[in-house]
């Protein structure tokens, strides 16, 4: 008679199975301890094997070599599958396959110890994680004193540098070492320490008896800069929103939050040095962003191995900057548009500007300048700029554009921050520093080929603009697209330097900017973190990144569904108060 213990142990362990661990993104490696088993029935003994890749010491590959027709290994996260002749994957009728079976321990979350000070930051991460991992709803476990003696009951956390800033760069590898009756991370900096607590908390199931397997995950990202960009320009979006979205980026190993903060339609940053540009520029006195709010944000992201880029787009899209001082625009037949880029006293401004800008967010190693979308119409209009080029032989009004943008980068530079620009500045032909990154928005990867080639490098935001509402399963198409899949030099592709999501917020305010970005953001963050050749579609995408939307409504966060009808074991709870019964 089946004990419910071993019944939840073997559920546990299919799950892990059937789902590659269900780990979201894939581990750059994990080597995993247990059995694996043909399904003729014969038995190998207990060997460490790559799951990922499959190479080991060869005892994987030796299953394979006898195979008739047969060429090539390939292991799907758990199950051991041959390649035929055709170079497609089995199993098929005719064709062997082996399942891997992984040793299983159980966790003991009543006595489970965590060793996590080596720094404040791990601290709370440390607590915020025990509260996903052990849930006090799940009641209290029992261990019986055979489960005991092979129980996992301790996390011991060895980093190297907890002193480590947040930059561009920064080492987020680790190691994650699960055995009896100890789990060890090791990791040069705290933010490689923060990506592995996230991975364990993916590999421990169960509730209130929790299991987890033996393995070793060795892991780091495929890429150094991985961003979620919104909007709080089009619509304002309260600080609770901004947080909860912080949290989801840490869920899937994002570290960049792009703070597209002020456009065309409001200016709800408060400046100090400046006050009438919130004043007059906010959607209300309250829809405003202080420097106490944008501390805590900053620290809030930082706790979570993220740094806050805020960008400032001008000339264009900076109608709101005129309600408060409209002689900073330029003035088209009673219209206001565009910076006017032809007086010294605007340049002035800037500087000022970006010198308060730099103590406010004084965590983030990269300003972004805009620079998108200009139209010249209004400068063409203006009879002193017009004057103005023509007194210096200039006839292409893009050169103006060039005029203007040259001194926000230089301005920007000497405060010893580094700069990243919309692509239009680079197409426009600024003399850009070559520390400069180019945010490519435009459609085709040409265009991300023109700017490595110019030996600049870049970041690609066109595929992942999540604001573009389409019916279906849209993560794919997110999934698929790969910043480097360009005809390009390996020396240029080593100029990608990753990517990031976009909500701008045309049609996105507080009621749907968490949902309408995740879980789809999912599917980017794991082609950003992980590996190529092993984050394919084929290698069970779909299924994982469904267990990921679950994981992530169980903690809090509005994930909408990602591939059709579904389930979660633990549903999204929704709060709902008439105003009659208030």
Same mark, same amino acid.
């Given at each position: ?11 546990a362990?299919?799950?892990w ?28 003994? @207990? ?7 499959g ?19 390939? !292991?799907?996260?758990?199950?051991? +599958? ?11 009728a005719?064709f062997? @396959? ?7 321990f ?18 709370? *991460? ?12 799940n ?9 005991? /003696? ?26 994650? $070492?699960?055995? @009896? ?31 987890t ?18 909007d709080? !320009? ?24 792009h703070w %597209? ?21 906010? +959607?209300?006195?309250?829809?405003? +962003?202080?420097?106490?709010v ?27 900057w005129?309600?408060?001082y409209?002689?900073l625009?330029?003035?088209c ?10 007086? $010294? ?56 554009e ?6 926000i ?47 600049y ?27 480097? $899949? ?14 990031e ?41 779909r /299924?994982?990144?469904? %267990? ?5 409504? *169980? ?16 549903? +999204? ?7 009659? *019964?208030?």
């Amino acid at each position: 008679m089946l004990n419910l213990t071993r019944v939840l142990a073997f559920l546990a362990v299919y799950c892990w199975v059937t789902n590659g661990y269900a780990l979201w993104p894939i581990p750059a490696a994990q080597r995993t301890t247990g059995t694996w088993i043909k399904k003729t029935g014969y038995t190998y003994a @207990s060997h460490q094997c790559d799951v990922t890749t499959g190479k080991d010491d060869g005892t994987c590959e030796n299953q394979c070599e006898n195979i008739p027709n047969c060429v090539g290994y390939v !292991a799907d996260h758990g199950t051991c +599958y041959f390649k035929d002749c055709n170079g497609t994957l089995s199993p098929k009728a005719g064709f062997t @396959s082996a399942i891997f079976h992984p040793n299983v321990f159980m966790v003991d979350s009543t006595s489970f110890t965590w060793d996590c000070t080596t720094s404040g930051t791990l601290q709370r *991460a440390c607590q915020r994680y025990k509260s996903f991992i052990f849930p006090k709803k799940n009641g209290p476990q029992k261990i019986r004193p055979d489960q005991a /003696a092979t129980a996992v009951n301790k996390l011991e956390m060895q980093v190297k540098n907890i002193a480590a800033k947040l930059e561009l760069g920064m080492d987020e590898s680790y190691t994650l $070492d699960i055995n @009896s009756p100890t789990i060890t991370i090791k990791a040069n900096t705290t933010f490689g320490g923060l990506r592995a607590l996230e991975t364990l908390s993916q590999l421990i199931l169960g509730g209130p008896n929790y299991y987890t397997i033996q393995t070793i995950v060795s892991d780091a990202p495929r890429f150094q800069f991985r961003g979620v960009m919104i909007d709080t !320009a089009r619509h304002y979006l309260p600080v609770e929103a901004i947080l909860a979205n912080i949290d989801a980026m840490a869920y899937n190993k994002f570290n960049v939050l792009h703070w %597209h903060i002020v456009d065309d339609q409001s200016f709800p940053y408060v400046s100090t040095k400046y006050p009438l540009l919130n004043q007059k520029g906010s +959607y209300t006195p309250t829809d405003i +962003y202080t420097p106490a709010v944008i501390k805590q944000v900053i620290e809030y992201a930082a706790d979570r191995g993220i740094w806050v880029m805020p960008e400032f787009d001008t000339p264009a899209h900076s109608r709101s900057w005129g309600n408060g001082y409209p002689w900073l625009l330029t003035n088209c037949d009673g219209d206001l548009y565009a910076m006017y880029p032809i007086a $010294d006293s605007v340049y002035d401004f800037m500087k000022n500007f970006w010198a308060e800008v730099k103590t406010v967010f004084n965590r983030s190693p990269y300003f972004h300048l805009g620079g998108d979308e200009v139209s010249f119409g209004c400068w063409e209009k203006n009879a002193t700029i017009t004057a103005w080029m023509k007194a210096k032989g200039w006839t292409q009004y893009n050169k103006l554009e060039s005029y203007y943008v040259q001194h926000i980068v230089d301005t920007v530079k000497n405060l010893d921050i580094g700069v990243l620009t919309w692509q239009e500045v680079f197409d426009n032909n600024v003399t850009l520093p070559k520390t400069a990154i180019v945010d490519v928005w435009k459609s085709g990867t040409k265009h991300v080929a023109k700017v490595t080639a110019a030996g600049y490098r870049t970041i690609w935001s066109q595929p992942w603009y999540l604001n573009y509402i389409r019916y279906g399963n849209v993560w794919e198409g997110y999934y698929k697209a790969d910043p480097t $899949d360009f005809d390009g030099t390996p020396a240029q592709k080593k100029l990608v330097i990753g990517g990031e999501v976009c909500m701008w917020a045309e049609y996105v305010d507080a009621t749907n900017v968490v949902s309408r970005i995740w879980a789809n953001a999912a599917a980017p963050g794991e082609r950003l973190w992980s590996e190529k050749r092993y984050s394919t579609y084929e290698d069970g995408a779909r /299924a994982r990144i469904e %267990h990921q939307r679950c994981r992530m409504i *169980a903690r809090g966060i509005e994930a909408e569904p990602t591939s059709g009808p579904s389930h979660c074991a633990h549903p +999204y709870t929704f709060h709902y108060t008439p105003p009659w *019964a208030q």
